[in-house]
Every structure is written in structure tokens, then in C-alpha cells.
């Protein structure tokens, strides 16, 4: 355990902690929350000192967080241009941060004891200080690491996905589940041929070797439907799903739909009306983009 927090300790600092906009946001919401709590617990006892109105007090109080929130300011814009230079670790940053408590605790407790005159020792006056700081500070830099992993996460899985879907779509893995769950069978995309529903089983049929050849799967063509909605497999009739990376001709016999598809022998599915107008629009996107 300690050997893992060790290890974590001397982990390069996210590079989200140090990023401009982020810095920005917060002391941003440092300063309000600093100005939220101040107002609500009143820790400088100023409503004791003076005789003042809700709004002069709001307001004297706000300009003393907002002095007060300048420590955050500075050490910021230094740790943001030392990042630049030198990579920080993550104890180096907790330090940092306990660093700003300190400065900030002091800068409060000064102007207790300057400005307002309070008659208490300063180190009472300074641990005092210390913890409304430390409530401060800690709260909403807490909230912002989560937020900013959170962030910083999203964008990563974001950006696999734009690398993913830049990539040739034929190269694409389609993985098939059953109906509990579980991933029964994985094809590339350009071998996938059709979908047949069967009861409650579904054949798959695919390419092999220069073959068409068949793999049953217990669930339903329902939930296939669903869980391949990212696929370039779509329903076209209430018993078949088709890959349209295989479909070659799209065409009119009768009053009915009719695709063919590209297989080492002739493979035709019909089209239901119910389908008929998603199929169009598929058809028509691939008539342009490919």
C-alpha cells in the first residue's frame, strides 16, 4: 500500500492541473465560493466590530476574500509558467497547495489582527485561519481535480473514437453478443454479409476463405439491431439486417425493394416497406461518400 501510494506521490502532476483555461476556472470558483462561505460563516467576526447592513457587510467581506484569493492568483501564474519549464510531480503540487494555504491563512490572519484589531493571540488567530482556509481552498480544488479527470477522460475516449471512425471502416471489428451479454463472435466488417432472424436465434452469414458461411447466435434480431446502431448494419426487413459495406445494387422489381450484395455467390434481400425509407437514405449516403 505504501510502496503504491509512493509510486502515485511521484506520478508526473495531470497536465490538465496546469492548463491555462483550467487555471482560469479555478480561481474563478475559488473566489466563489471563498466569497459564499465567508458570508455565511462570517469568520472574521466583522458583524461583532462594526455596525453594518447586510449589503455593506456582503460587501466588505468580499472585497477581503477577494484580497485574500490574489495569493491564489500569483502562486498560479507562477506554477503555470514553472510547469512550462520544468514537469512538476504530484507531491510537489500537494506541497504547493498546502503552501498556498499557509500564505493565505497568514495574509487573513494579519488583517485580523492589523485591521481589525482582534485581541487574541495570533497563533490562535492563525490556526483559526488556517482551518477556515484550509475549507476554502480544499473544497472547490477537490471538486475541480475530479471534474478535470473527468474532463480530461472524456476527451481521451473522444479522441479514440474520431481516430477509430477515421480509420478505413472495412478494417473495422463488429462484435456480435448474445442475448445475455456476452460476446459470442467478432468479424471485420468488409467479411460480414447479411443477418437472418430465426426464432430466437439469428444466423449470421459472412465470408471465409471465398465462402459464404453461416454462424447461429441465441438472440434476437431486435437487439443485434440496437446494439450494431453504430455498425453500417441496418434492418431491412423484419427478418434481415444487411451490411451495406457488402451492397452493390439497389433495385425496383415490381413493388418491391430488392438489394444485392457482393458475395462469392449472387445473395439478393428484400427490402420491407418499413424499412424501405432508411434503406434509401443508407443507399444514397454511400452512393456519395464512397
Known amino acids: 500500500m505504501g510502496t503504491?501510494?509512493?509510486?502515485?506521490?511521484?506520478?508526473?502532476?495531470?497536465?490538465?492541473?496546469?492548463?491555462?483555461?483550467?487555471?482560469?476556472?479555478?480561481?474563478?470558483l475559488t473566489a466563489l465560493f471563498a466569497v459564499v462561505f465567508i458570508n455565511i460563516y462570517a469568520p472574521f467576526g466583522l458583524?461583532?466590530?462594526?455596525?453594518?447592513?447586510?449589503?455593506?457587510?456582503?460587501g466588505v467581506s468580499s472585497m477581503i476574500i477577494l484580497t485574500g484569493v490574489l495569493v491564489v492568483v500569483i502562486s498560479r501564474v507562477i506554477m503555470y509558467y514553472h510547469s512550462k519549464r520544468k514537469e512538476l510531480l504530484v507531491w510537489q503540487?500537494?506541497?504547493?497547495?498546502?503552501?498556498?494555504?499557509?500564505?493565505?491563512?497568514?495574509?487573513?490572519?494579519?488583517?485580523?489582527?492589523?485591521?481589525?484589531?482582534?485581541?487574541?493571540?495570533i497563533l490562535d488567530l492563525l490556526k483559526i485561519s488556517v482551518k477556515n482556509t484550509t475549507l476554502v481552498l480544499f473544497i472547490p480544488y477537490s471538486v475541480l481535480w475530479l471534474y478535470f479527470s473527468w474532463q480530461d477522460k472524456k476527451n481521451q475516449l473522444q479522441r479514440l473514437a474520431n481516430t477509430s471512425t477515421s480509420h478505413d471502416t472495412s478494417k473495422k471489428m463488429i462484435p456480435l453478443y448474445d442475448e445475455k451479454g456476452v460476446?459470442?463472435?467478432?468479424?471485420?466488417?468488409?467479411h460480414l454479409l447479411y443477418i437472418e432472424s430465426a426464432d430466437n436465434y439469428v444466423n449470421i452469414f459472412y465470408?471465409?476463405?471465398?465462402?459464404?458461411?453461416?454462424?447461429?447466435?441465441?438472440?434476437?434480431?431486435?437487439?443485434?439491431e440496437a446494439q450494431l446502431k453504430s455498425a453500417q448494419v441496418i434492418?431491412?426487413?423484419?427478418?434481415?439486417?444487411?451490411n451495406f459495406e457488402k451492397v452493390t445494387i439497389l433495385r425496383k422489381d415490381k413493388d418491391e425493394l430488392i438489394l444485392e450484395l457482393d458475395g462469392p455467390t449472387s445473395i439478393e434481400l428484400p427490402v420491407s416497406k418499413t424499412y424501405a425509407q432508411n434503406v434509401m437514405e443508407t443507399f444514397t449516403h454511400y452512393s456519395l461518400t464512397h
Open 207 to 224: 465470408i471465409d476463405k471465398g465462402k459464404t458461411v453461416r454462424f447461429t447466435l441465441r438472440n434476437s434480431i431486435k437487439r443485434l
Open 183 to 190: 460476446l459470442r463472435f467478432s468479424i471485420k466488417a468488409e
Open 235 to 242: 434492418r431491412c426487413h423484419r427478418s434481415y439486417m444487411v
Open 4 to 28: 503504491q501510494i509512493g509510486k502515485m506521490l511521484n506520478n508526473p502532476l495531470p497536465k490538465y492541473l496546469t492548463d491555462k483555461k483550467n487555471i482560469v476556472r479555478l480561481i474563478m
Open 47 to 58: 458583524e461583532t466590530i462594526y455596525v453594518l447592513s447586510e449589503w455593506e457587510f456582503f
Open 93 to 121: 503540487y500537494i506541497l504547493w497547495v498546502f503552501a498556498e494555504v499557509l500564505a493565505m491563512a497568514i495574509f487573513y490572519t494579519l488583517f485580523e489582527k492589523l485591521f481589525i484589531h482582534d485581541s487574541r493571540f
